[in-house]
């Protein structure tokens, strides 16, 4: 059934409508944020990377929903652009009524109730229907959709804990729920035991991905791809931030990876070059991890040679700097040639064929033996159906 014209332009509008709204939303918080007095505690460039990375979900959803309005994704990603938004707001503004200010702001309470449970559909959509749903927004079967809905369901039930918990107590404030009616006031922790129900659906989403990719076509094969990188490249970044305890803008210039891939995969721009960007990502990520430690370990070694000559480590740095820079480039051609051999073997093997060919083809002046190994070349690394030569016969007027 073919949805009226005035129906099909209602869905792009009510797309970027919704976008307008959360994109306000982070803009009043950091207006509310800077009039309470907390803009201080975060860096400016920390704010505003943090500010782009929640402003990535709406604006990715909003694309998606106004060029696919039945794929589920773009919708997924608004409702979680808006109650990141919504929830930034009722969260200053819950300070500002709350703490800073008591009795002086109206619906200061009713921003602390939204700031207790706007959270939790945000932060467990993408990692259960936001995978188990990419790329057209359907599970990969129907044997799959009780993921969906119990993922549907757990996510319902701590919402439903967080909205009507018996108080509301933040950082500075505990007030009565006006709508509460449970007998616990931290349903983070007092529903503990459906977080744990939810690991197995999260690691079920993501199990669905591999089903998929064995399934699918070249072109969905690519959107996987794009955003098992995005993914992968997220985790890593979280998982160095905590180990080495780098400062918050970390994660902040981090966040927008996962919804940017989520909308280059499916608007499909691009979507070919996503082999090229992995290639470099594995030879230059472990390029760097092992000049890394060379680079520690020369240091380490000279320090400890030079302990007894001198105190002074500006030499064993500079020493150090000098072997990374010699080993470089040989470096990068190994690592380059093994990464090309193990994940990208056909390219690779066809690559070796076209060497070996392009050095027989200076000897070769058999024409017809140059005829078959140039279609035995084409027949390899191309892999056509069928391979003919055809050869112009020579200019006879004006052959001497």
């Known amino acids: 059934m073919q949805e009226p014209a005035g129906v099909k332009k209602l869905i792009p509008a009510l797309g970027w409508g919704l976008c307008t709204v959360a994109l306000a939303g982070l803009v009043a918080s950091a207006v509310v944020q800077e009039v309470v007095g907390r803009a201080n505690e975060q860096d400016l460039l920390e704010q505003i990377a943090l500010m782009v990375g929640f402003a990535s979900f709406p604006v990715i959803g909003a694309l998606i929903a106004s060029r696919q309005p039945s794929n589920v994704i773009g919708w997924i990603f608004l409702q979680v652009g808006l109650g990141v938004g919504v ?11 709350l703490v ?15 700031e207790m449970w706007l959270w939790f559909p945000g932060l467990m959509a993408i990692p259960t229907l936001g995978f188990l749903l990419f790329p057209n927004g359907r599970p990969p079967s129907r044997r799959w959709n009780w993921v969906a809905w119990s993922s549907a369901a757990v996510i319902a039930c701590m919402t439903g804990g967080a909205m009507f918990q018996g108080r509301l107590e933040s950082t500075g404030y505990s007030v009565k729920n006006p709508v509460g009616f449970l007998p616990f006031a931290d349903a983070e922790q007092t529903l503990g035991p459906l977080f744990v129900a939810l690991l197995p659906l999260v690691l079920l989403s993501l199990g669905s991905m591999v089903v998929r990719y064995r399934r ?7 959107q996987l791809k794009l955003l098992l990188l995005a993914a992968v490249m997220f985790a890593g970044s979280i998982f160095l931030a905590e180990t080495f305890d780098l400062p918050g803008i970390f994660f902040s210039l981090t966040l927008w990876m996962i919804p940017a891939a989520i909308g280059v995969a499916i608007l499909k721009y691009r979507l070919y070059d996503v082999d090229l960007v992995i290639n470099r990502t594995l030879v ?16 380490f070694l000279l320090q400890a040679l030079m302990s007894g000559v001198t105190q002074d480590s500006d030499l064993a740095v500079a020493a150090s700097t000098l072997a990374v820079a010699a080993i470089f480039r040989p470096l990068r051609n190994r690592i380059q040639t093994f990464i090309d051999h193990r994940f990208y073997r056909r390219k690779y093997n066809a690559r070796m064929t076209l060497e070996n060919f392009s050095s027989r083809l200076r000897d070769d002046v058999d024409l017809e033996h140059l005829s078959h190994d140039l279609a035995t070349v084409v027949s390899d690394v191309m892999q056509p159906r069928h391979v003919s030569v055809w050869l112009r016969a020579p200019d006879r007027a004006g052959a001497r």
């Open 87 to 97: 929830l930034r707001l009722a969260e200053e503004y819950a300070h500002l009524g």
């Open 100 to 114: 800073r200010d008591p009795g002086s702001w109206p619906g200061a309470t009713f921003a602390a109730w939204l």
């Open 216 to 222: 699918a076509g070249a072109e969905q094969r690519q």
């Open 284 to 299: 230059y990520g472990a390029l760097t991890g092992l000049l890394v430690l060379f680079y520690l370990g020369i240091v």
